[in-house]
């Protein structure tokens, strides 16, 4: 079975900080890691994935995610936050070899950036 | 084009009436799916469909009808829902159902049951 951690109902960061959002995971095989953002009143994003190769991800909007497999983490990342990055993220793994494809979800954390 | 259009974009629905939700992509994918989301929650699957086929029906209530007439378009009929079945419906595509491939989601039908 696979299963996903985000740590953090809400993470509250001053604009122009940089910000972190926390995932874990758990699979049997290989990871396929996604990051998800939701704003207010609209469907899912894609921002970025991890599939294979170097452990630092870029995705849109200047969004960036690490790998790290021996602590099984995805953590995404940006160097200065907007008040425009102020929604619900979600992390998301699907697992190859595992006998289905269907992407299990983190519960979501919401990111608030102050101005 | 690279969206996925969902129709309405609001729907009330009493619980005898049937209504049906309606999505589009033009980007050639061959896998869709229908999501339902709770407010400040995932998105749990509800139904698969790759190359025009039901692939997976995560054990839906029968009073959801998931139709797929082409490749471009995924319809969902509803008919006798429950007030527990409001919540924002996505639709969402993928170029392939293959772990390797990200979705691209639609706005959502928010659904009231009355």
């Known amino acids: 079975a696979q299963s996903v951690a985000q740590p953090e109902d809400q993470v509250n960061v001053a604009e122009g900080n940089p910000l972190t959002v926390k995932c874990t995971y758990s699979?049997?095989?290989?990871?396929?890691l996604f990051w998800y953002v939701q704003y207010p009143n609209r469907g899912l994003q894609f921002l970025l994935k991890y599939i294979t190769g170097d452990n630092l991800v870029k995705g849109s909007y200047g969004f960036e995610a690490e790998f790290n497999k021996s602590q099984t983490s995805f953590h995404l990342k940006k160097p200065s936050a907007l008040v425009s990055d102020s929604a619900l993220y979600f992390c998301?793994?699907?697992?190859f070899g595992g006998g289905s494809y269907i992407p299990t979800f983190g519960r979501g954390t919401s990111l608030i950036v102050h101005p | 084009d690279t969206e996925v259009t969902q129709t309405p974009k609001h729907l009330v629905m009493g619980m005898t009436n049937k209504k049906s939700l309606k999505c589009e992509q033009h980007m050639g994918h061959r896998a869709m799916y229908w999501y339902k989301q709770k407010a400040k929650k995932p998105p749990e699957l509800m139904f698969v469909?790759?190359?025009?086929?039901?692939?997976i029906n995560e054990s839906v209530p029968s009073r959801f009808s998931p139709e797929c007439p082409n490749s471009s378009l995924l319809n969902l009929h509803l008919h006798a829902l429950q007030p527990e079945d409001s919540a924002l419906y996505l639709c969402?595509?993928?170029?392939?159902?293959?772990?390797?491939?990200?979705?691209?989601f639609g706005s959502g039908t928010r659904l009231t049951v009355v």
């Open positions: 998301a793994v699907r697992a």
């Open positions: 969402a595509s993928s170029p392939l159902d293959r772990a390797d491939y990200g979705y691209t």
């Open positions: 469909y790759s190359y025009e086929k039901l692939s």
């Open positions: 699979v049997s095989g290989n990871p396929y």
